[in-house]
């Protein structure tokens, strides 16, 4: 993307598909030079890419296994030499599934809480030198609503975001004031393909606004925290129609 260009560079985890595509899009718009990360969607990725610059933005693509150290490290490596600097991390990347207490396996926990916890944990340690240098460094966790309400058939999940929940607070302590830290916890946003028609009406039911959300909700709640008030830090938005309310 070169390292001349003096716009802001947004590094979005999972940034290839889904919420995630939503943020780097969203992103772009708004500015900012992406590094749009994945692990598996390679296509997927190089269409994101190609979305931002048909709008006029600029994004590159980066392969990294989050739950692999030594990638993560590469990974920043790369945002170092392609990008010259870092503004703004996104820890987007996400692994859900059902996971019944009773059935859950070692390999299970490892990948949902490795991926929804471990990781964002050593990107925002990797990132954070970049971030202060910057002088205008931020973090934004994407949680959950099941941080606070955890979903009974989902506990690794849960527990997780409840732990990404507890590391945003943290890392906004531990990062102050250099370096702000905040979150989104989106609701039923983009509601798991699996679900029958049953389990998506209860999860809309369950809300305030009876409807669910889009990725684009979100991801304008992401620019909002990016570019908006520079006085919010370990704070937490909730994207869910009032599902945490209700």
Not at 39 to 45: I, L, V, Y
Not at 201 to 218: F, I, M, S, W
Request: hydrophobic share 50%.
């Amino acid at each position: 993307m070169g390292a001349a260009n003096d716009a802001p560079v947004a590094l979005v985890t999972g940034g290839a598909r889904r919420v995630g595509r939503a943020i780097v899009l969203a992103l772009a718009k708004a500015g900012f030079r992406v590094v749009v990360h994945y692990r598996e969607s390679r296509e997927d990725a190089a269409i994101t890419v190609r979305d931002v610059e048909a709008a006029g933005g600029k994004a590159l693509a980066l392969r990294a296994d989050l739950l692999r150290m030594t990638e993560i490290e590469g990974l920043f490596g790369s945002v170092a030499e392609a990008c010259g600097r870092l503004d703004l991390l996104v820890n987007s990347a996400s692994a859900f599934y059902a996971t019944p207490l009773g059935s859950v396996l070692e390999p299970q926990w490892d990948e949902l809480v490795g991926t929804n916890l471990k990781a964002p944990f050593f990107c925002a340690q990797l990132a954070a030198p970049l971030l202060v240098a910057s002088g205008r460094g931020q973090i934004v966790n994407v949680l959950d609503t099941a941080a606070t309400r955890p979903f009974p058939a989902y506990l690794p999940y849960s527990v997780a975001k409840a732990g990404l929940l507890a590391l945003t607070h943290g890392l906004a302590r531990a990062l102050a004031p250099k370096v702000r830290v905040n979150a989104v916890a989106p609701g039923p946003v983009l509601l798991p393909e699996e679900f029958d028609e049953a389990q998506r009406r209860r999860a809309v039911d369950a809300t305030l606004l009876k409807r669910a959300g889009t990725p684009e909700d979100v991801a304008r709640t992401v620019v909002f925290l990016a570019t908006g008030p520079d006085y919010l830090t370990g704070a937490v938005i909730p994207v869910d129609g009032g599902r945490s309310i209700a």
